[in-house]
Structure formats: structure tokens, C-alpha cells
């Protein structure tokens, strides 16, 4: 099989087979002198998640996680040797493979060799996170140990968007979206040289929560009466929503909104993923999260001046209690959250905290049912006169 070149997201500043080649002979020269070999990764969580408003997304602090020899961790520190061994044959002849995947051609591997027996995984997010482990040990993204997680959300809908690609094989794919009819373009979670255009001017990029919701807007003719883009995020925007919402702010320079529901997990967990990356994800959020993306909705006021339907958030709830317990949390310990520039998106988890209610994107469709645009109408109004945050 010929290996492909893959094109990559950024300028690696390391050799990765030449990092791991040092790895592994410090590991077999501490053991030959009768030393506890010692692994150390950043650590990827909220105390150790710093932000600055100037900057525009979570970044790692200091602190690692240390993996030594010991009779509890022998397990761990051969996983990651084994994981590492068949991630570098990928890079070698530059195959790709899912976590998923990754996790069968363990079993088959541990199979095949009986010696390989105590290394053998129960389930697959013990696999993953020995996948996770090297790429914070090492600060390289998943992909460039070329592995792609499943390509979800980031539907794109646009009349004035072109998107140019270039293929690992140097041939270029020209994709006008207002050629596509009704098929939005799809993102692709994995290392592209993707280049934007706009035949006009894009007035605005409109992110919403809702994959339907956005299908809705698009099909009443959202995009044919705006020069903008619309895309659904489908829920917590997973790494290919977030790549490509940053690709539209670095190279378009539009305004960008996200309209979404008005409760705690979506401020915490779908928003601020969106604009400033994850705590789980500290070493990636450079490139995966848009730092210029404005919330636009559901708003507070909205509630009140729109009269929109809404619901009493119940503590019963397992959920509810989590998210609303997450939200207090948050307002203590989130440096996103704990920011003077996002005064006023913590304000909107406390006004929820003590309101206790939670309002979906949809509500709208309920200010004037006969009207099928009425819910574009809003969206227009409120960006026209500012309100969002």
C-alpha cells in the first residue's frame, strides 16, 4: 500500500517516531539500572486550565499527571508502550484508524500473542485513554498520531461560501455550497488544507444548537434572503464543529453568533466548548474553538419580551440537579467563567441558577405561529440591535 501524506493542522514542532524512540530507551535504561521508569503528561482538567480573555481559549497550566513504576501502574505504563508501538506502524505507512478501531486491532494483536494476555482491555474507553495519555505525553493532537474521531456536525449552508480543498495528493476540490441544493457541506474531522472564499460579502456566520432548527431556517429560506452561513452544531460541537468555526472566523473575519437553548448545560457544555475549547482538551484548543463566536440566544430578557414558553428545571431530576450543581461549580472554578470580560455570560448561569427554569431555541416558533419566517425575523432583530453577549 502507497502511504499517503497526510496534511496536517499545524507545524509540528517535533519528530514523533524520534520523541518516542528517546521515550522508550530512557524507560529501558532506568529499568537496567534498577530504576522506576516515569511517565509524565500534562494534565488535562479544570485545575489546571488557565484563561486569558486576550488569548480567547482554555490553556494548559504546570501541573502533570506522573505515571511511575510501580505494581499498580506496570499495567499502564506497558499499554501505553504497546498503544505506542502500533501508532508509530501507522504513522509509518500512513494508515488511519477510529479510537474504535484502534481498540479491535488491540484484542487482535493480544489475540495473536499469549504473552500480550495482561495487557488486554475490558472495554474501549480504557484503550482510549491510554490514546489520550500519549497525545498529552507527547502535546500532539490525536490526529497527528493519525487517529480521526467520526465526523459529526458542522452541517454548513451557504449561497456565497466556496470552499477550496486541497488533497493529500496535491489535487485541488472546489466546492461552491450554493451548488450543493438542499445538501449542506460537512465538515470533516481530520487534518485538511481547507481554503474559504466569499463570492459577496458574508454579513454573519449563525451557529445553531440545533442540526433541525438550522435545516428549518435554511429550507424557509434563510440563506437565499441573507448573505451569511448557517450551521448546526449538533449539541456539545464535537472537534470537527469546532475546527471548522474557527477556519470561518480566522480566514472569513465575519461576525459569528451561536443561537441556542437557554439552560446551564448549554452555557457550560455546548457554548463554552465552542468559543474557548475544553478543560479535557487543553493542548488542542488553539486550534478547536472560536474565540470571536457571540451568544445570541435564547437571552434572559428574550424570555420576558418575547413571552416564550419555558420550563421549571426539577432538582428531582438527575440531570437537572447535575447541571445546575455544574453551573455552581463553574461560577467558582472556571477560569472562562471567572473572567471580568465574561461578567455577563456568568451572569446568565446565576440568573439560571436562581431562576431555576430553562427556555429551548424552539420557543421562538411560538411568537406568531402563522408566520413561517417570524423566528429568522427575530434572529435579524436581535443582531441588529445587539442583543447578545
Not at 504497546?82 to 500512513?94: A, H, I, P, Q, V
Not at 441544493?181 to 487534518?191: A, C, E, I, L, Y
Not at 474557527?246 to 439552560?263: A, N, R, S
Amino acid at each position: 500500500m502507497a502511504k499517503e501524506k497526510m496534511i496536517s493542522i499545524r507545524e509540528l514542532k517535533i519528530d514523533i517516531p524520534k520523541e518516542a524512540r528517546i521515550l522508550a530507551d530512557k524507560m529501558l535504561k532506568d529499568l537496567e539500572s534498577s530504576k522506576r521508569p516515569v511517565l509524565e503528561a500534562v494534565k488535562t482538567s479544570l485545575d489546571n486550565s488557565l484563561y486569558n480573555s486576550k488569548v480567547g481559549y482554555l490553556t494548559p497550566g504546570d501541573k502533570v499527571v506522573r505515571t511511575e513504576l510501580n505494581v499498580s501502574s506496570v499495567q499502564k505504563l506497558a499499554r501505553v508502550v504497546f498503544l505506542l508501538e502500533m501508532l508509530l506502524r501507522n504513522l509509518d505507512t500512513g494508515t488511519v484508524n477510529t479510537k474504535r478501531e484502534l481498540y479491535y486491532m488491540c484484542k487482535g494483536e493480544i489475540k495473536g500473542n499469549p504473552r500480550l494476555k495482561p495487557l488486554d482491555f475490558e472495554d474501549q474507553p480504557e484503550s482510549d485513554s491510554i490514546i489520550d495519555f500519549i497525545g498529552d505525553m507527547l502535546e500532539v493532537y490525536r490526529e497527528e498520531l493519525n487517529v480521526f474521531a467520526n465526523d459529526r456536525g458542522g452541517q454548513t449552508y451557504s449561497q456565497q461560501l466556496v470552499v477550496t480543498e486541497t488533497m493529500p495528493d496535491g489535487e485541488k476540490a472546489v466546492i461552491d455550497l450554493s451548488t450543493l441544493g438542499t445538501s449542506p457541506f460537512q465538515p470533516k474531522n481530520k487534518p485538511q488544507s481547507l481554503k474559504l472564499k466569499a463570492k459577496k460579502k458574508i454579513d454573519f456566520c449563525l451557529i445553531v444548537e440545533s442540526e433541525g432548527t438550522a435545516n428549518t431556517l435554511v429550507s424557509m429560506g434563510f440563506t437565499k434572503r441573507n448573505n451569511c452561513i448557517v450551521m448546526g452544531a449538533q449539541g456539545v460541537p464535537s472537534n470537527g464543529v469546532r475546527g471548522w468555526s474557527k477556519l470561518i472566523q480566522d480566514e472569513l473575519d465575519v461576525p459569528m453568533y451561536f443561537f441556542g437553548d437557554l439552560d446551564a448545560y448549554t452555557m457550560q457544555n455546548i457554548f463554552r466548548t465552542l468559543k474557548a475549547g475544553s478543560a479535557a482538551s487543553l493542548i488542542r484548543n488553539s486550534h478547536f474553538s472560536a474565540p470571536n463566536v457571540r451568544f445570541l440566544g435564547v437571552l434572559p430578557e428574550d424570555v420576558k419580551k418575547y413571552d416564550l414558553p419555558h420550563y421549571k428545571v426539577k432538582e428531582s431530576d438527575p440531570a437537572e440537579a447535575r447541571a445546575l450543581k455544574k453551573a455552581k461549580d463553574a461560577l467558582e472554578n472556571d477560569p472562562f467563567f471567572l473572567d471580568k470580560k465574561n461578567k455577563n455570560l456568568a451572569d446568565i448561569l446565576r440568573w439560571l441558577i436562581k431562576e431555576k427554569i430553562r427556555c429551548e431555541q424552539q420557543s421562538f416558533f411560538s411568537v406568531d405561529p402563522k408566520d413561517p419566517i417570524k423566528t429568522e425575523k427575530l434572529i435579524l432583530e436581535k443582531i441588529k440591535r445587539g442583543s447578545y453577549v
